[in-house]
């Protein structure tokens, strides 16, 4: 097992561009969790899943993102007409119970 | 609610001297607490956690971390500073948010610290 993988590693794209990220969890890890890191601040909790099911999002987590993770295996962050702000790593981290999470290596949005 | 405050963004320590990074925690339930280490352009990889029993918890390379429930503080310490550990370190929060159950994480601010030869 090689850990959380994340792809892209580093994303460039034009303001109002749609983009897409994907997270490969460890594999029998049934909670997949998304954060959100901006320059000098620490992660910040975008959203939840149990297995397939998505069941916290933050208000962080506005109308233009959405997140899925069918067949509760792989996860997609979806961002819609990206703006400026959305520039920030994004993290993805998994974990069987609650007291272990394993972070991937995280992919980096510029918008330009 | 729960949040973190790391004192002190930017620490600079010589080679071999103590490490101490500072934090404290508000938490409306008991809480767990971590440490997390990010390398650049790195995610972050788990130190240590404190989650019940005996309060003074080991971690990896070297690092251990006290939890004071009555100062509401864990923090971190290392006898003797290597340049390895010239990186950015982070303490955590968790505990039942919501009837999800998520237990995500609440971050500090994140302190870097710095190694000097």
């Known amino acids: 097992d090689t850990g959380v993988s994340q792809d892209p590693r580093h994303k460039i794209t034009k303001r109002g561009q749609n983009v897409t990220f994907r997270c490969d969890p460890i594999?029998?890890?049934?909670?997949l969790y998304w954060y959100r890191q901006t320059l000098g601040q620490g992660p910040e909790f975008l959203t939840y899943f149990q297995n397939e099911a998505q069941l916290e999002k933050s208000r962080l987590l506005s109308d233009r993102f959405s997140a899925e993770r069918p067949k509760g295996s792989f996860s997609t962050l979806e961002i819609q007409r990206t703006e400026q702000g959305d520039s920030a790593m994004y993290l993805c981290?998994?974990?069987?119970?609650?007291?272990?999470?394993?972070f991937g290596q995280g992919t980096r949005l510029t918008v330009v | 609610a729960q949040s973190v405050t790391q004192l002190g963004s930017h620490v600079s320590v010589s080679e071999g001297a103590l490490v101490l990074l500072r934090c404290n925690y508000s938490s409306s339930v008991p809480p767990y607490l971590f440490w997390y280490v990010q390398y650049p352009n790195q995610g972050l990889q788990l130190l240590l956690k404190y989650t019940t029993g005996a309060t003074l918890v080991k971690g990896i390379n070297g690092f251990e971390a006290e939890f004071k429930k009555s100062e509401t503080s864990f923090h971190l310490t290392k006898p003797s500073a290597h340049m390895s550990d010239a990186a950015e370190y982070f303490c955590a929060v968790s505990g039942v948010s919501s009837g999800a159950g998520s237990y995500q994480l609440t971050f500090g601010k994140g302190t870097k610290l710095s190694v000097i030869p």
């Open positions: 594999s029998e890890h049934n909670r």
């Open positions: 981290a998994s974990s069987l119970g609650i007291l272990e999470a394993f």
